[in-house]
């Protein structure tokens, strides 16, 4: 399975794993993979304890980070670092407050409350491109990071030119060809494509349809790696046999035992099926995948307030998903996860989870070779 992005980057095996959980980014660089650890919704700061603590977990091994840099976002967020909060209108806060109140969910402890939402607006912080910026400052002071790979855009010029002078790979997230395209001539050198079945923000095309597009939009000099419901070898391999040189997954990592999701949270992902995995905008204002429950509809209603603009609604969708979390409320739990949640079944660890798809991935390749010597 080795493929020319593998030596470039430093990696035994093509299989990129996406996880804002540290552990997962570790134990799956340690099997051979390449971690990449999300960034977006870290501060500076707390971006800088991760990367240490994972440089001196991985003995020297390569991995990547992703940043968020949405082209369109709220620019008074973006001036007025810090203090988002004041920038939710009252309407919304009411639409959300009397949404959990009629729900009988019940609002943080003072403590908690103040903790969370520090947390959430520090991290939203990162979601502009100043924002973003700050944290790929960071990451570039971190030999081990070979690669950073942007999502939500084109990433700005001066960012691009700034990781490339340090000889790390420049990456992208894209959804259609023309993006890739347009990637691909603003000196991005790695492109994601990700189709819309994937967890987490996702445009309309399906993998299946995406990824000869982009391979071909892309030419052979930009690698391509598939995103988007995969969980299994034989996706690999189908994802290989269209041209590109590996897959990143996300939503297969969230049920492992390294996992940040706790086990209210994992029991949610266990249950969850393929339908149930759903594009709303509630959870960041663009549309993202995940699981549906009353919270994501109750925004769809008609009556409801629109969407605030990035990062705004995920200031105000966060700190409702910490009470329904506390509250252990299934029923309004919304997490992003993709259509293949539907193979996320039971806590395996992240090694085994690189094992069998492994495994699975021979045994793909022997059934297609097995075709090809029959008569
Ligand atoms: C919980 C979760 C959060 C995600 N957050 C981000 C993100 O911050 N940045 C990003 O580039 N992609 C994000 N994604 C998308 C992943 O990078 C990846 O493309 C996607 O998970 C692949 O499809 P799959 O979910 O079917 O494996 C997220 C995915 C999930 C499941």
Request: net charge negative; hydrophobic share 40%.
């Amino acid at each position: 399975m080795r493929t020319p992005i593998c030596h470039r980057l430093g990696c035994a095996v093509p299989i990129f794993a996406f996880s804002h959980c540290r552990d997962v980014v570790v134990e799956v660089t340690r099997a051979g993979g390449f971690g990449v650890l999300g960034a977006a919704t870290f501060s500076p700061e707390q971006l800088e304890t991760e990367l240490r603590w994972i440089d001196s977990k991985t003995g020297g091994q390569p991995y990547g980070v992703d940043v968020i840099i949405p082209s369109t976002y709220d620019a008074e967020a973006e001036r007025s670092m810090g203090d988002l909060d004041r920038l939710i209108p009252a309407e919304h806060r009411a639409f959300m407050d009397q949404l959990l109140a009629d729900e009988g969910v019940p609002p943080l402890p003072p403590g908690e409350r103040e903790r969370i939402q520090r947390e959430i607006i520090e991290g939203r912080g990162s979601m502009t491109p100043d924002g973003a910026r700050r944290l790929v400052e960071v990451a570039l002071r971190h030999p081990q990071v070979r690669m950073i790979v942007s999502a939500l855009g084109t990433p700005p010029a001066d960012v691009t030119a700034q990781i490339r002078s340090k000889g790390v790979v420049v990456g992208a997230m894209c959804g259609k060809a023309s993006h890739a395209k347009r990637q691909r001539d603003a000196g991005v050198e790695l492109i994601v494509a990700q189709g819309t079945e994937a967890g987490g923000h996702t445009g309309d095309i399906a993998s299946m349809v995406l990824l000869p597009q982009v391979v071909e939009a892309c030419g052979p000099d930009v690698p391509v790696l598939a995103a988007g419901g995969i969980t299994r070898g034989s996706q690999i391999a189908a994802a290989l046999a269209m041209g590109a040189q590996g897959v990143w997954c996300g939503t297969v990592w969230l049920g492992t035992r390294e996992s940040e999701l706790d086990p209210f949270e994992k029991q949610a992902v266990f249950a969850a099926r393929s339908e149930d995995a759903v594009r709303r905008r509630a959870r960041t204002g663009k549309t993202v995948r995940m699981i549906r429950s009353k919270l994501s509809e109750a925004w769809e209603q008609p009556g409801a307030p629109a969407y605030l603009p990035t990062p705004l609604q995920g200031v105000l969708y966060n700190e409702a998903h910490a009470r329904v979390v506390r509250a252990r409320r299934a029923d309004l739990y919304s997490f992003p996860v993709g259509q293949a949640v539907c193979d996320v079944n039971e806590e395996i660890s992240v090694r085994d989870v690189m094992l069998r798809m492994q495994t699975e991935y021979l045994d793909a390749v022997e059934r297609l070779a097995a075709l090809s010597q029959e008569g």
